[in-house]
């Protein structure tokens, strides 16, 4: 039976990490609205939110999870502040993932 429990909680907890990585998860949120219309509008709209949001790694994922957890408590009992935020800027390396400062010439432009 433990072993049952085990696995079950296993897939659940695999599963629903896989679930809200999803850009469908992301932008269900009715507060995320701007930032979904300017996503999808943008070069960037084939790529995961993930892929930028969350540093690579299993402690920054996690992390990344729990403050989801806290902007979702927020959310639901309308306690805090009603504008979603980053608690991390994205950093150059996770656009250097991707790409490099020879193709980067547009984002060299703006002063």
Known sequence: MALIFILIAFFATYGSMKAT???????????????????????????????????????????????????????VTNSERPIIHSPYPISNEACERCHNMNNREATLLVT
């Open 21 to 75: 990585s999803t850009n469908e998860f992301c932008a269900s949120c009715h507060s995320m609205a701007p930032q979904v219309y300017t996503f999808e509008a943008s070069s960037h709209s084939n790529i995961d939110c993930v892929a930028c949001h969350i540093e690579p790694g299993v402690v920054n994922y996690v992390e990344a999870k729990i403050f989801g957890l806290y902007e979702l408590y927020v959310t």
